[in-house]
């Protein structure tokens, strides 16, 4: 089926026709320009000024930066080592990895029970957890934070310090696990039903139409939520100002940049380098995997 | 898509057939499969937003107990009697329920502008695709990064901040965005604005893509012009997709809190505190738990028409299949 995609660009034939076109295009090149300058400029002076010495961050604007080049990494190194920025970001690193994989694992697992094994109460199970995707946060922070306290599941155990972070990898799973099980539920429907009833001819069990047949088929729609979930996490504030704040060594970066702006004010030499060594990772995963994020954004709101 | 969906198995099993010992063996293997999520949701999910509502009832302490029943209380004091969380005595009226409904209206509204109109307009240009990524890879952005970038768009100081070094290019002089009470709101839902608008802007862009060019040109034959093919044809057709992305930030808009607490801590004063932000102060800062699970459960009622819209599309998708 032709799309307006296809039909929109149309060649001019004659030099005048091209010249109309011109004009008559003109204001729609200005207000897309404009636009990209405005979602442009905001980034690009933040990250301009991480590279330029606080004294002439103090004395001038970093538009001067562009043309008077005096540039230095000296305030990333001021904030990795000095302002414990660098321990936060493994911080980050250690509370995201495990977040994402375990909602994936469980929901991944449960979807495929929803899409390709019959139980009683399939339906109503799986609408009960569509209606839980939109429960908000809040509604849990108080409960969790005191099980977690009884459970001991915020605090290390046998020597290690990562246990300290199971409660808060066990939050991120549950606030994702209904998105992930929504998303790879629709995603594993849409898979051949005759494969899958052949490998079941042939003897082949559940879990190994699971592990053999569904998630070697289902890459993007995996890759999609775990992008989606990576982000959340990484990007998440309020879950680890709740749940980890009371020990500032466990801090992740979320939570240890807005320290700096409460104890120093506004230092942006030291605020501008903390905030790009926060959006590294996750524009390299977003860049790299865009494809995937963007369909199944589009997978978990048009389609859907 | 439709053709894929088994069979309900409880819809009515004819019962000729008898149950085998695969089959129930298949039964137990589906709770099998679900069984370890169920786990997570009910301990973790579920049971949580229980003790929130009936924390909501009770005055706590720092423990979290259910300290003293005080039914309703919390729920009178917050809509009449605590002026940070809504006061209908001044024009305008003010407190975090009052600003909320200002990101509602403006956040929402303007977001949809923006997204449908680079949708419309990106489509019409060979560097398409360069103008969407600007405007989406903030969406990759943490809220706490997008705070630090636009508290310094804001700043006070000229040689600072770019707004206000504009303003005094053009002779004006520089306004405090974020430490006055009638523009610290906007100023906060403007720089949400920019990290959202590269959600609308995709989705919506997907769906105009998905138009039969056929369609567009028949109107075209017809003599439409460009402004009544978007109103009359385009904004119609996108009725669906703009449903679900006026939800999805419907839904972002009650939970916003991480901005605010990085760039504004809710202040000047109290003035630019939304119903999270209240949420947070109450239950943490504050120590009043039982007053802060009366905010989050009007949060949860807030969210609630989300869900049943979502559950009942859902339900009747099945239907058609």
């Keep these: ?304 | 898509m439709s053709q894929a969906i088994p069979t309900p198995p409880v819809a009515a099993p004819p019962p000729v057939e008898p149950v085998t010992g695969r089959e129930r063996r298949s039964r137990l293997a589906g709770f099998l499969f679900i069984t370890p999520a169920l786990i997570v949701l009910a301990l973790f999910l579920v049971y949580p937003a229980y003790y929130t509502i009936r924390l909501s009832f009770y005055q706590s302490d720092f423990l979290f107990n259910f300290t003293h029943w005080v039914g309703l209380d919390n729920f009178k004091n917050l809509l009449t009697n605590d002026p940070d969380f809504l006061d209908l005595s001044t024009f305008p009226p003010s407190g975090s329920l009052v600003n909320n409904v200002r990101w509602v209206i403006f956040y929402i509204s303007l977001s949809l502008v923006f997204g449908l109109g680079l949708a419309v307009l990106a489509v019409r240009v060979r560097y398409e695709r360069a103008v969407k990524s600007i405007v989406f890879v903030p969406m990759a952005i943490a809220a706490t990064a997008v705070g630090i970038i636009w508290l310094f768009v804001y700043s006070p100081d000229i040689n600072q901040g770019v707004l206000n070094a504009l303003l005094h290019a053009f002779g004006h002089d520089p306004i405090a965005w974020l430490g006055r009470d009638d523009t610290v709101n906007y100023a906060l839902i403007f720089a949400y604005i920019w990290a959202s608008t590269g959600f609308v802007m995709v989705v919506l862009s997907a769906a105009i893509k998905g138009i039969p060019a056929e369609i567009m040109e028949a109107a075209r034959a017809d003599g439409a012009g460009e402004w009544a093919i978007f109103w009359r044809i385009m904004v119609p057709m996108l009725s669906l997709p703009i449903s679900i992305v006026t939800i999805w930030l419907f839904i972002n808009v009650i939970k916003v809190f991480d901005i605010i607490y990085v760039m504004t801590g809710g202040g000047p004063g109290t003035s630019s505190r939304v119903i999270a932000f209240t949420m947070y102060y109450e239950t943490f800062p504050n120590l009043k738990p039982g007053y802060g699970a009366a905010v989050a459960v009007i949060m949860l009622i807030l969210v609630l028409p989300v869900m049943i819209v979502n559950v009942r599309r859902f339900r009747s998708e099945r239907v058609i299949t």
């Design chain 1, 1 to 304: 089926m032709a799309t307006y995609e296809q039909a929109a660009p149309l060649a001019p034939a004659s030099r005048s026709e091209r010249a109309v076109r011109f004009v008559t295009r003109t204001p729609l090149h200005f207000v897309l320009i404009a636009v990209s300058v405005i979602w442009l400029v905001p980034t690009v002076g933040l990250l301009i000024t991480s590279f330029r010495p606080n004294s002439d961050i103090l004395s001038s604007g970093w538009w001067n930066g562009l043309t008077h080049w005096h540039w230095t990494l000296a305030n990333y190194g001021t904030v990795i080592h000095a302002n414990g920025m660098g321990h936060a970001w493994l911080n980050s690193l250690i509370i995201t990895i495990p977040a994402t994989l375990l909602p994936l694992t469980l929901g991944a697992l449960a979807a495929f029970g929803f899409a390709w094994v019959p139980f009683p109460f399939r339906d109503t199970i799986f609408l009960a957890i569509v209606a839980l995707m939109i429960v908000p946060i809040q509604t849990s922070l108080v409960p969790l934070l005191k099980l977690f306290r009884q459970w001991h599941l915020s605090t290390p155990h046998f020597g290690i310090g990562a246990f300290a972070f199971v409660g808060i990898w066990l939050a991120h799973t549950a606030f994702g696990l209904p998105l992930a099980i929504f998303l790879l539920r629709n995603f594993f429907i849409t898979l051949p039903k005759d494969l899958i009833e052949a490998a079941r001819m042939d003897g082949a069990s559940n879990f190994a139409v699971f592990r053999r047949i569904v998630i070697p088929l289902s890459v993007p729609a995996l890759a999609s939520f775990g992008i989606f979930q990576f982000l959340w996490v990484w990007n998440d504030l309020l879950m680890a100002l709740i749940f980890l704040s009371g020990e500032p060594s466990r801090q992740p970066m979320t939570v240890r940049i807005p320290y700096l702006l409460s104890t120093y004010g506004p230092e942006y030499h030291l605020l501008s380098a903390a905030a790009f060594l926060l959006m590294g990772l996750p524009l390299i995963v977003f860049f790299a995997l865009q494809r995937y994020f963007v369909q199944g954004l589009l997978a978990g709101s048009v389609k859907s």
